[in-house]
């Protein structure tokens, strides 16, 4: 069945060669294919496309042996891998209820989807793992396995002074204040689920220290805020939002 899957793909691909990465449907199903190209995005501060492709290979592969948040990878050839379709990203999610003011019930449905993926990212953290770099476009779930995917898992890169985990942390909170006009009730539920993990108290702490360690950083990027530079302003509220979190 996989080598069907492999054979088709082998098929269409060369007419993919401007998309690193891109869906294909195969038996009712749907999977995703990611190349050994690079996607032209900030390509001057990545690694080789090569060794960026390698390093999340094998880092979906052993996180999935400790704990099933990556993708499933359902076959792979020398130049790309295919894992199966998780879902839609939690950008898709947080967008239905503004979308759809009508539907109550899609609110509750989103701070459950949040809530679920901060007590995931709390369970990878809890056995000493880390994700890189989970933004809101690279984090997935399913309705119908009630399950929140981790997607992209390239990134080895971070601010030094943090640990991996307080790094996800901050990375995240600031990808969900990037987007625009978004409550800040979801972020509330994504904390109320990450709580649960036993390290996430020493986590929250050890971010507010860095954090406090680079207030003039902060009173740097505020100065910014005039200009509206997205990141830098995401920047300032993430700071806000981190050092008003409670930790007794
Ligand atoms: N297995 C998957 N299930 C659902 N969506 C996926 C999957 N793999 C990739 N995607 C979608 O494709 C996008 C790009 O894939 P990603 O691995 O993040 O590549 P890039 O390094 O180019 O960002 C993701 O943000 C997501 O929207
Ligand atoms: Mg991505």
């Given at each position: ?16 060669k ?9 038996n009712?199903?749907?999977?995703y ?53 998780s ?78 985990q ?83």
């Amino acid at each position: 069945m996989n080598d069907m899957l492999l054979e088709y793909i082998d098929r269409m691909i060369d007419q993919e060669k401007d998309h690193r990465v891109f869906p294909v449907e195969f038996n009712d199903k749907t999977y995703y294919v990611k190349q050994d190209i690079s996607n032209r995005r900030s390509s001057w501060i990545k690694p080789s496309p090569r060794a960026a492709f390698d390093y999340e290979f094998y880092k979906i592969s052993f996180i999935n042996t400790q704990l099933p948040v990556a993708p499933v990878i359902a076959g792979f050839r020398e130049h790309y891998f295919v894992t199966e379709g998780s879902g839609k990203t939690l950008t898709y999610y947080s967008e239905l209820p503004a979308q759809h003011p009508d539907d109550d019930s899609l609110q509750d449905m989103v701070t459950h989807i949040f809530y679920i993926f901060g007590k995931t990212l709390g369970q990878l953290h809890d056995y000493g793992l880390s994700h890189g770099r989970p933004a809101m476009r690279d984090i997935t779930y399913d309705p119908d396995t009630d399950k929140i995917t981790l997607l992209d898992w390239e990134n080895g890169r971070r601010w030094p002074e943090l640990t991996p985990q307080g790094w996800d942390l901050l990375i995240f909170v600031h990808s969900y204040l990037r987007e625009d006009n978004l409550p800040i009730s979801y972020l509330y539920a994504m904390m109320n689920g990450y709580s649960s993990a036993r390290t996430a108290r020493d986590t929250v702490l050890h971010v507010k220290d860095v954090l406090r360690k680079h207030e003039c950083l902060f009173k740097f990027c505020r100065m910014l805020n005039p200009l509206h530079f997205v990141d830098t302003e995401a920047a300032v509220k993430a700071y806000d939002f981190m050092l008003a979190l409670k930790t007794e």
